[in-house]
């Protein structure tokens, strides 16, 4: 998930661990489909690993790191 921004060292080490995460990524996009009728349809929202990645800031809050 590169956008040409530079993250702080904490950030930047989720990112390099998310990058290489394809299963758990894979898991996290089923979770986000599981129960919709078609989940093809209707506005796009945020893709799995951007709920990943906030999953990891939500953990770095949790534990003081921020």
């Known amino acids: 998930m590169r956008q040409g921004v530079r993250l702080e060292p904490l950030l930047e080490a989720i990112s390099k661990f998310l990058d290489s995460q394809h299963g758990m990524i894979e898991r996290v996009r089923r979770d986000l489909v ?33």
């Open 34 to 66: 599981r129960g919709l009728k078609q989940p093809r349809k209707g506005r796009c929202g945020l893709t799995a690993p951007q709920v990943a990645a906030l999953a990891g800031c939500d953990a770095r809050q949790e534990l003081g790191l921020s």
